[in-house]
């Protein structure tokens, strides 16, 4: 197929998030550290509830089911706060996007993909529409969605992103990407060794559809 045929695909995914009126999924990440022979696999749920313009709930846990290791981020457009196991009580954040940015990295990025798409213009940083050398991979089906198969690259990476896209809704069921990291002196002057990550995101979405109040309630 035609590299040139992704790029539609990609661009109605993006219009997909941008005019949803409301939006929530469940997924799950499943991000394997790979170190010659060894491979050790982290799995951390995820939910996601938004409604436009201005209620936003996500929550991921950490490697397991427990309720109690739970990160959440919700803002009702007026205040921002998020609750870490980690920490005692809320913090109050200054905006939704510093918010985001927080979770990013340890939620293995769960916590951006998705609100950058729905809110671009409030969340920042790198988005999926901004992959470079896109081409279409064909199709494939996920739990009985039909989806396009397109593969990009990121403008800063030497690997590649793969993104299910569904055909019919146009938003993203999948995502997998695997990284390379090479030796690197640490700020305590240890080296870390050479290894890859493989990351697969599962997305059950669905958009424009009532939302329950239970999944936009605020942390306690």
């Known amino acids: 197929?035609?590299?040139?045929?992704?790029?539609?695909?990609?661009?109605?995914?993006?219009?997909?998030?941008?005019?949803?009126?409301?939006?929530?999924?469940?997924?799950?990440?499943?991000?394997?550290?790979?170190?010659?022979?060894?491979?050790?696999l982290v799995v951390k749920p995820f939910t996601t509830a938004f409604v436009r313009s201005d209620k936003f709930r996500f929550e991921f846990r950490t490697d397991n089911d427990d309720p109690k290791q739970a990160y959440v981020i919700w803002s009702d457009g007026v205040r921002t706060v998020t609750r870490w196991y980690i920490r005692p009580g809320l913090e109050v954040k200054r905006d939704l996007d510093h918010a985001v940015a927080g979770a990013t990295g340890v939620s293995s990025g769960s916590a951006h993909t998705v609100p950058r798409l729905l809110?671009?213009?409030?969340?920042?940083?790198?988005?999926?529409?901004?992959?470079?050398?896109l081409r279409l991979a064909g199709s494939e089906a996920l739990d009985g969605h039909m989806c396009?198969?397109?593969i990009?690259?990121?403008?800063?990476?030497?690997?590649?992103?793969?993104?299910?896209?569904d055909?019919?809704?146009?938003?993203?069921?999948?995502?997998?990407?695997?990284?390379?990291?090479?030796?690197?002196?640490?700020?305590?002057?240890?080296?870390?060794?050479?290894?890859?990550?493989?990351?697969?995101?599962?997305f059950d979405p669905i958009a424009n559809e009532p939302v329950d109040p239970e999944q936009l309630r605020a942390p306690q």
């Open 1 to 40: 197929m035609k590299a040139q045929d992704a790029t539609p695909i990609v661009a109605a995914m993006a219009a997909a998030y941008i005019h949803a009126t409301s939006y929530v999924d469940k997924g799950r990440v499943r991000k394997t550290f790979i170190q010659g022979q060894d491979r050790r």
């Open 148 to 150: 396009w198969k397109i």
């Open 119 to 133: 809110l671009p213009d409030v969340v920042s940083g790198f988005a999926l529409t901004e992959l470079t050398d």
């Open 152 to 165: 990009g690259r990121h403008p800063d990476a030497k690997t590649d992103t793969t993104l299910w896209i």
């Open 167 to 202: 055909q019919r809704s146009h938003l993203l069921r999948r995502m997998f990407g695997r990284h390379h990291f090479s030796p690197a002196t640490t700020p305590m002057g240890t080296t870390s060794g050479e290894f890859d990550t493989e990351t697969t995101t599962d």
